[in-house]
């Protein structure tokens, strides 16, 4: 175990720590367990007390944050009209894509499914597995991530079940592990996934259909979340999705949501640790991503080791970054019930950013990763706060 430094003389953020994600209450895990409540299928709770349907339309925005959204509400005007009776949610921890639809498709929490970031430990290999597009060859999906998914029971009901993505993501490591059950539809633009919603719709009046829409991140990771090409994105897709719903049958529930929400790097902040020797002395892997940075002792690395290494990082950035341990991070209740399982895929060590700072293992990244502007995964507000805005069509 690495132990909680007890000097009162090292930095710390101005920011104190955050609380737990509200796990049970207000997360992504909750929206589909109270969709299913709502559209008849036993064994769930509608804890977010969404209306008796029978069609539901669940639209994922990848990026799209609560902070984010309400900056932005000029330029959305069909999400605006929704917002203010629209709910507040959390993501899991991290607040990151493989986490946050990994959280949305199961109803568990990031501790339970297990999905628990961008990067995490392989512990019977001492790798490292990028759960979004580095999954080992011999890793089966469904191995890893073994719990059933809403969705599968959903369909079990005799309810239609679709998702509407991009083609490759058909049959992705994530798309295997964390989303499993809807009948895949590939579609590349984001108009014609609108289309193809509309279709299963008009073929399966029973329907919950899960539309993916990945632009607005993409957007936001090079350009940045205060930049014309967001809000030009945005503007885009709320016209796309306003399209969208007022072409889908009567008496249709539509949830809007997104994953996570985003802050903006500046270049000189982008650090690469790995630059510093003390701050990887014994450091076997590194995981996690640049808004949480991860380090995994090896074997040689003594408790004398993990506390330099610890007061290393709090004295070069703890004014920036909440700096702790896995258990301290398990104890505080970020990723809910966890299994030892589960808890073996983190690292000893964690950098959590508080400010606009990211910090990459610059002998681990391409160079190309230090270029991105927008980045997530920590627990500031504008990156673990998300929308649920509801609709019922007429």
């Known amino acids: 175990m690495l132990e909680e430094t007890k000097r009162t003389d090292l930095p710390v953020p101005a920011q104190k720590i955050p609380e737990a994600p509200k796990y049970g209450q207000a997360t992504l895990s909750e929206i589909l367990p109270s969709a299913a409540a709502a559209m008849g299928v036993p064994g769930f709770e509608n804890v977010l007390g969404l209306a008796e349907t029978k069609r539901v339309a669940l639209i994922m925005v990848d990026g799209l944050g609560w902070n984010q959204l ?46 628990v970031g ?83 719709f008009e073929s399966h009046r ?61 270049a000189s902040q982008r650090i690469d640790y790995s630059e510093q020797p003390e701050l990887v002395e014994g450091v076997e892997l590194t995981s996690g991503e640049p ?25 070069a950035y703890g004014t ?9 991070a398990i104890e505080r209740g970020y990723f809910g019930e966890i299994t030892p399982e589960h808890a073996a895929r983190l690292g000893d060590l964690m950098i959590l950013a508080a400010e606009p700072i990211a910090f990459y293992d610059g002998r681990r990244v391409a160079p190309m990763a230090f270029e991105m502007v927008g980045q997530h995964g920590s627990l500031t507000a504008g ?7 509801v609709h019922r069509t007429k």
Request: aromatic content about 8%.
């Open 320 to 328: 920036k970054a909440w700096v702790m341990s896995r258990e301290e």
């Open 70 to 115: 309400k900056s932005h509400l000029g330029h959305a005007p069909f999400l605006r009209s929704l917002f203010e009776k629209g709910q507040k949610l959390g993501t899991g921890f991290p607040s990151t894509t493989a986490t946050s639809l990994s959280s949305l498709a199961t109803g568990l929490t990031p501790g339970q499914h297990g999905m």
């Open 118 to 200: 961008y990067d995490v430990i392989d512990p019977a290999k001492r790798r490292v597995v990028n759960q979004l597009g580095g999954w080992p060859g011999d890793l089966d999906p469904k191995t890893w991530q073994t719990q059933p998914t809403v969705f599968e029971k959903i369909a079990e009901h005799g309810i239609h079940v679709a998702t509407v993505s991009i083609p490759m993501f058909a049959k992705s490591a994530l798309t295997r592990a964390s989303l499993r059950g809807p009948k895949f539809v590939p579609s590349n633009q984001p108009a014609a996934r609108a289309r193809a919603t509309r279709t299963i």
């Open 383 to 389: 990156e673990r706060f998300i929308p649920l805005l």
């Open 206 to 266: 029973n329907s919950l259909v899960y539309t993916y829409f990945n632009e607005l991140d993409k957007t936001g990771h090079k350009f940045g979340v205060d930049s014309s090409q967001w809000r030009d994105t945005l503007e885009e897709l709320d016209y796309i999705i306003k399209n969208l719903v007022s072409k889908l049958p009567e008496e249709t529930t539509v949830l809007i949501t997104g994953d996570h929400g985003m802050v903006d790097i500046p």
């Open 291 to 315: 808004r949480g940075a991860q380090l995994t002792f090896g074997a040689q690395a003594d408790e004398a080791c993990k506390l330099r290494v610890r007061e290393a990082w709090q004295r």
